[in-house]
């Protein structure tokens, strides 16, 4: 489970919303991985972007909005 | 069993209390302008010619040290250095999507770039309207347009796969195609822009079909013209498709729609404000005007990575008003009327303003009308002349001497006791269009 407790505005994130904050990054990381088929890492990259989405529409994450 | 839906794309964020939503966008601005000094040369050079850094960024006012970014600007970036200048932050081989403005205003259109979470952004924004106007995973979508590098509905067409929708893409359909798919496959929505879904329903008058009757249509979305927001071009579009009409509107220099109609309709779109500041400006002084009062609609883009959008100035005529006029319990003010105008369409005729949209205002109040155009003469090198071409719908052509007369006074009205010629066009003379519609023109010396 990630330990991310605050969203950017200091409010509590929820069990749903950290249940979802760790799927994304562990997407994140996965999709910065160099070694994984194209069928892995591109299907990876789509929905580490999806899963980005719904953490920057909940304001769960403001950061450098590169990295995919 | 049955899915109850929120009635909220993003229930949290859109029923935010405005004070807690005021901090989310000064926290997403304060990341924006750093990203933007820091990765745009474009942005760098505007920000150290204006003497601001992003660290001065402490609260929402501190928007305005920030410097306008205009169109000009941009487009001058692009000649300079080609093919998309130096406001890009990320080299191009990092996109995925690349498209145009559509080129309506007759000058060199834009080139965009997106990455691959800025398209998701794009389309996420279209969501907000779509589930914001009723459509659901159960609908089947069709959509009027001819998917080609103008951005369009694009992104309208990704959200309804994003929602689970069956989503029917025209492309290069004939207007007769598209009305007989409509009905064939049953869709439950169409979207096009205002003068293309009243076009389509006159076709399917035309070859004999009712659309009410024979369609499906529960709601039309519109998008592209000040006209989705005119309430007797949207009454029309009702009485022909017998669904309820909604308006979106956009920018292809956002990628995406940054308002869009609720399902209650409180008579103008709502602001997605989690996603854009929207600034309301008198366009003269560029100071902020109150709620009710008409001004230049300057907008700041959360969204995209490619291309970051701070108070850019879009010549949009608007007249806000507080979120608080709808019952939606949404957050996001509302821009009564829709997008009004522009503020470069505005023609001097004998010393009164004359906007288009408002002359398709008065056209529209008669369903006997089926397509008009307004031509802007000079006589004699002086004296500036408007004229509005009319062209009747089929076996209307008795009513004419009554409509002239009434059209003549209702413009009048309508512009400070201004005289417009009000002539009447051949049947199938006046031009028909897809996209945004071209009704004005202007043919006064230049010079």
Known sequence: MHDQQMDPLGRTVTKDEQELLALFRQLERLSQRTDLPPCALMNVKQAMVLMWNACNDLFLISEDPRGD | ?447
């Open chain 2, 1 to 447: 069993m049955t899915q109850h839906w929120s009635p909220y794309w993003n229930p949290k964020v859109e029923t935010l209390p405005k004070d807690q939503l005021r901090a989310l966008q000064l926290k997403k601005l304060q990341t924006l302008v750093q990203y933007a000094c820091t990765h745009s040369p474009f942005h760098r050079r505007l920000y150290e010619k204006a003497g601001v850094r992003p660290e001065q960024i402490k609260t929402l006012d501190d928007i305005r040290r920030l410097p306008f970014m205009t169109r000009e600007d941009w487009m001058a970036n692009q000649a300079e250095q080609p093919l998309f200048g130096d406001l890009i932050t990320r080299p191009p081989a990092d996109a995925i999507r690349y498209h145009l403005t559509s080129g309506t205003s007759g000058r060199q259109p834009l080139r965009v770039l997106d990455s691959r979470k800025d398209w998701s952004w794009i389309t996420d924004m279209w969501c907000y309207g779509f589930w914001g106007f009723g459509i659901r995973p159960r609908d089947t979508v069709f959509f009027a347009f001819s998917y080609g590098s103008f951005i369009g509905f694009w992104g309208a067409h990704y959200c309804c796969e994003k929602i689970g929708c069956l989503t029917l893409a025209s492309g290069n359909m004939t207007t007769e195609q598209r009305v007989k798919q409509i009905v064939e496959l049953g869709a439950t929505v169409v979207c096009a822009t205002p003068t293309y879904a009243l076009r389509m329903g006159q076709t399917a008058e035309k070859m004999g079909i009712n659309l009410k009757r024979d369609g499906k249509v529960r709601r039309v979305i519109v998008s592209g013209e000040p006209a989705g927001s005119i309430p007797a071009v949207k009454k029309m579009i009702e009485d022909m498709w017998g669904g309820k009409c909604g308006d979106t509107a956009g920018m292809t220099e956002i990628g995406t729609i940054m308002v869009f109609e609720c399902e209650q309709q409180p008579g103008g779109p709502h602001i997605i404000e989690d996603h854009f500041i929207e600034e309301v400006l008198d366009s003269d002084t560029g100071e902020p005007l109150p709620y009710g009062q008409r001004g230049e609609r300057v907008v700041t883009s959360f969204g995209r990575s490619f291309i970051p959008l701070i108070r850019y100035r879009t010549k949009d005529l608007v007249n806000k008003v507080p979120h608080t006029h709808c019952s939606c319990g949404r957050n996001g003010d509302i821009y009564e009327g829709g997008i009004l105008g522009r503020t470069d369409d505005m023609k001097l005729i004998r010393g009164t303003n004359v906007y288009p949209r408002a002359v398709e205002s008065v056209v529209r109040e008669h369903a006997e009308i089926e397509e008009f155009q307004i031509i802007l003469t000079r006589t004699d090198n002086v004296q500036d002349e408007i004229a509005v071409k009319i062209e009747l719908k089929p076996n209307q052509q008795d009513c004419w001497p009554r409509l002239r007369a009434q059209l003549s006074k209702d413009l009048a009205d309508a512009h400070e006791g201004l005289r417009f010629n009000v002539d009447l066009a051949n049947v199938g003379e006046l031009p028909r269009f897809e996209l945004k519609a071209k009704r004005l023109q202007d043919l006064r010396p230049t010079n």
